[in-house]
């Protein structure tokens, strides 16, 4: 079994930064994959990034490219969420998601474990 907390969330003005963390316990976390989702009300839950078990491979949401970085820190246990230049329809949950494999995969489906969530409010 894998807890995943996240933190770091909170309301920023649209242009500002957040970063996002999820500590994670229990099973071997170096060895999983890591995701981070997020959903606005009214919306399906979408693809935000995704993270290799070391790191190496990254994939991110098209929506995000280019403003959010997703990284980890096996030593810790902790994966974060580095969001730059936040816009308005950046407001949502963001969930964190781990694999029991070590493959990353944009499918919300293909993750094993969720965190509860922490909400994120960009203003205009």
């Known amino acids: 079994q894998v807890q995943l907390v996240e933190s770091g969330g909170g309301l920023v003005q649209a242009g500002g930064s957040l970063r996002l963390s999820c500590a994670a316990s229990?099973?071997?976390?170096?060895?999983?994959?890591m995701g981070w989702f997020r959903q606005a009300p009214g919306k399906e839950r979408e693809f935000v990034a995704a993270?290799?078990?070391?790191?190496?491979?990254?994939y991110y949401a098209d929506s995000v490219k280019g403003r959010f970085t997703i990284s980890r820190d096996n030593a810790k246990n902790t994966v974060y969420l580095q969001m730059n230049s936040l816009k308005p329809e950046d407001t949502a949950v963001y969930y964190c998601a781990a694999r029991r494999v070590s493959g990353a995969t944009i499918y919300p489906d293909r993750y094993d474990y969720w965190g509860q969530g922490t909400q994120v409010t960009v203003s205009s």
């Open positions: 229990g099973r071997t976390f170096s060895s999983s994959a």
């Open positions: 993270i290799s078990w070391s790191g190496g491979s990254t």
